[in-house]
């Protein structure tokens, strides 16, 4: 039997999307620290919210929503450490916003071009077309979530009053779940052309477009599995603002797939390598100079990488964790020049 502790008069406990706050006595000014799971937030802080005496939660007038102080616990994000961080976001926003733009034109032309021409309809370029759409997919999540969370920030610096109490925000959190899939369905497409290209040179499958049912599963349906499974992890543990946040350990429910499919394309790759370099050693034996060797596999290895996207490799083991210093600048500016301009590489 459940037992009600909860006195008459006092403020009832209520979830605000962000804090868990307690049930609190009438007239009580009360204080939280601010959660740890969120990254962006100073974990040394605290929230604060006020029990009216008439025993409900303090509103804003203005909008009628409950009232609550969360200056602490944003204080990284409006210091001026944080507005010396701002000009490097708008460098990043700038370097990805032209390389996908680029991309995407490339894009559209290479898929067009691959769907009209039938004598270019084989399994490979099937899997090539997947692949371009994902890009493209993704390149257009990118704009979209930009294009909505840069609207909410700027109706929140509207507002003089911070209410934790947001309307439901489903648009923003569903361009923010959109651009989730679709960045999993590019690292898993990159996986599919991995594989293929890896068992063509090693066991002769995957050449029959029957395969390329199994393929097309993996590319979009494996994703969307644990995309979903994070969604419904998020909409229940940690359903704050608009998504966008850090929300602790919860990010691992997507990104150990991603880093597993960069893994295994990583490892496809240096075997695909290996295979070359003793091809190349065995066929050109006293016919080319060592350098010429060298040469041919540093060629092919170069054509190699932005295909198995073995840029990703680099700072696979650095999650997202903290958004200041120089080491994360570097990771960035890296990131987004080489994942902006990966397609147009290869294509």
């Keep these: 039997m459940q037992i009600n502790l909860l006195k008459e008069g006092e403020c009832v406990p ?12 009438p007239g009580q000014l009360v204080s939280v620290t601010c959660p740890e799971y969120i990254y962006d937030f100073n974990h040394r802080g605290r929230a604060y919210r006020q029990c ?6 303090e509103l804003v007038p203005s909008n009628n929503r409950t009232w609550a102080n969360y200056t602490e616990c944003i204080r990284y994000l409006t210091s001026n450490h944080r507005s010396l961080e701002e000009k490097v976001f708008h460098r990043l926003h700038l370097m990805y916003t032209v390389g996908y733009s680029i991309s995407l034109a490339s894009l559209l032309v290479a898929v067009s071009i691959l769907c009209y021409f039938k004598r270019l309809h084989c399994t ?3 899997i090539h077309i ?3 759409t994902s890009f493209i997919c993704r390149a257009v999540s990118i704009f979209v979530k930009d294009a909505v969370l840069y609207s909410i920030s700027d109706d929140a610096k509207a507002e003089s009053d911070f209410a934790a109490e947001k309307p439901p925000m489903a648009g923003c959190k569903a361009a923010v779940t959109f651009f989730l899939y679709f960045l999993a369905t590019n690292h898993y497409w990159i996986l599919v052309e991995g594989l293929y290209l890896h068992s063509l ?9 029957n395969y390329l049912w199994a393929l097309t599963i993996m590319g979009w349906g494996v994703p969307a599995v644990f995309v979903s499974i994070w969604v419904s992890a998020r909409a229940s543990l940690a359903d704050t603002q608009c998504w966008d946040i850090s929300a602790g350990n919860l990010k691992w429910i997507y990104q150990v797939p991603i880093l597993a499919a960069i893994f295994v394309n990583f490892l496809l790759f240096i075997n695909i390598i290996r295979v070359l370099a003793s091809k190349l050693w065995e066929t050109n ?5 060592p350098r010429q060797q060298y040469r041919k596999l540093l060629k092919s290895t170069l054509v190699l990488m932005p295909l198995f996207g073995v840029h990703y490799i680099v700072f696979m083991a650095l999650p997202y964790t ?6 994360w600048q570097v990771q960035m500016h890296y990131e987004m020049f080489f994942n902006s301009s990966q ?3 290869q294509i």
């Design 14 to 25: 209520e979830w605000d999307g962000i804090i868990c706050w307690p049930r609190s006595r």
């Design 52 to 57: 009216e005496v008439s025993g409900s939660w």
């Design 124 to 126: 490979r370029n099937y």
């Design 130 to 132: 997947h692949l371009f």
């Design 201 to 209: 040179i090693f066991m002769a499958l995957l050449s029959d477009k």
């Design 285 to 289: 034996t006293g016919k080319l100079d």
């Design 322 to 327: 903290e958004v200041t210093g120089l080491l």
């Design 343 to 345: 397609v147009t590489t």
